[in-house]
């Protein structure tokens, strides 16, 4: 069973590997080399990937609605998303604070 505190972690762990390729990114393209998106980019894509295979876990166990289903997913893509949406689980559901 998946809980919702590790998907919690998860979400803040994918979050900053996303802002952090953002800037190894800009980096790359600044002339400083590639390396760190070349580490950085399969390490969040295993973490987008856990992100989103816990939400198809979670949606049916947790009650989501179709809708909070697809705003946590887009809480994936779009930076600062992950934040948010751990923000969201906690205001909405203390118990996943233990």
């Known amino acids: 069973m998946v809980s919702l505190k590790a998907f919690r972690w998860i979400a803040f762990l994918e979050a900053t ?3 952090c390729l953002l800037v190894a990114t800009y980096l790359k393209y600044a ?6 998106v ?4 399969p390490l969040h894509g ?4 856990l992100y989103v295979g816990f939400v198809a876990l ?5 009650g989501w609605s179709t809708k909070t289903t697809i705003l946590v ?3 994936a893509v779009v ?3 992950g934040y948010a949406v751990d923000w969201f689980l906690l205001r909405e ?3 996943a604070e233990a």
């Open 79 to 81: 930076p600062f998303g």
């Open 31 to 36: 002339d400083h080399g590639a390396v760190g």
């Open 46 to 49: 295993a973490l987008f990937l």
């Open 17 to 19: 590997s996303f802002l």
């Open 93 to 95: 559901r203390p118990a």
């Open 58 to 62: 979670l949606y049916k166990s947790e």
């Open 73 to 75: 997913l887009i809480g």
């Open 38 to 41: 070349q580490v950085l980019g």
